[in-house]
Antibody
Framework: EVQLVESGGGLVKPGGSLRLSCAASGFTFNNAWVSWVRQAPGKGLEWVGRIKSKTDGGTTDYAAPVKGRFTISRDDSKNTLYLQMNSLKTEDTAVYYC??????????????WGQGTLVTVSS | QSALTQPASVSGSPGQSITISCTGT?????????VAWYQQHPGKAPKLMLYDVSNRPSGVSNRFSGSNSGNTASLTISGLQAEDEADYYCSSYIRSSTPLYVFGTGTKVTVL
């Protein structure tokens, strides 16, 4: 069974930093392309970014609102995905979900989701 | 890339059928057969209900079906049940630029 478990959320001041983790199990993590998606309170879903598998280049893509501030990385030896968030803004307040493709393809729908971790940016 | 447009709310009685629309552009919904639909109950993670316009993941009821025409995709729920009450989001993969995935504005489905 595919499992994704996020951790690391919490309260941080504007301008601060936070690192989220996502522990994966139940599938071959080192082959997976993994994304972060966020959802502000009472709002819709917003794709944040994705990292490819190392065998597919390990490159990253980001949404415009977070590019240059957020960094996605992975440790395949630990089956763990990370989201380093710097220069946080109040509008980054959201539940952050770790998610991966339903099948192995660049266009795959986001089929497996973690339970999410809440990040609150407030003074 | 703007969010895909969905009606804010749709309602129906148990047993009825409802349809949710998802309107985008030729750069997303109209350009590829990469439309997916997600169901989200309050406080829970989204759940994939349909992918590639009309394919159902294992375990999803065949009461859920999808179609696509031009720049508009649709999700139909037939035989509406109380457990179908939730928020529904469409999504499209964008092959050529970021954001790689664009989501709809979301539709609240109410079972009367």
């Amino acid at each position: 069974e595919v499992q994704l478990v996020e951790s690391g959320g919490g309260l941080v001041k504007p301008g601060g930093s936070l690192r989220l983790s996502c522990a994966a199990s139940g599938f071959t993590f080192n082959n997976a392309w993994v994304s972060w998606v966020r959802q502000a309170p009472g709002k819709g879903l917003e794709w944040v970014g994705r990292i490819k598998s190392k065998t597919d280049g390990g490159t990253t893509d980001y949404a415009a609102p977070v590019k240059g501030r957020f960094t996605i990385s992975r440790d395949d030896s630990k089956n763990t995905l990370y989201l380093q968030m710097n220069s946080l803004k109040t509008e980054d307040t959201a539940v952050y979900y770790c998610t991966t493709g339903y099948y192995h393809d660049s266009s795959a729908p986001l089929g497996y989701w973690g339970q999410g971790t809440l990040v609150t940016v407030s003074s | 890339q703007s969010a895909l447009t969905q009606p804010a709310s749709v309602s129906g009685s148990p047993g009825q059928s409802i349809t949710i629309s998802c309107t985008g552009t030729s750069s997303d919904v109209g350009g590829y057969n990469y439309v997916a639909w997600y169901q989200q109950h309050p406080g829970k993670a989204p759940k994939l209900m349909l992918y590639d316009v009309s394919n159902r993941p294992s375990g999803v009821s065949n009461r859920f079906s999808g179609s696509n025409s031009g720049n508009t995709a649709s999700l139909t729920i037939s035989g509406l049940q109380a457990e179908d009450e939730a928020d529904y989001y469409c999504s499209s993969y964008i092959r050529s630029s970021t954001p790689l995935y664009v989501f709809g504005t979301g539709t609240k489905v109410t079972v009367l």
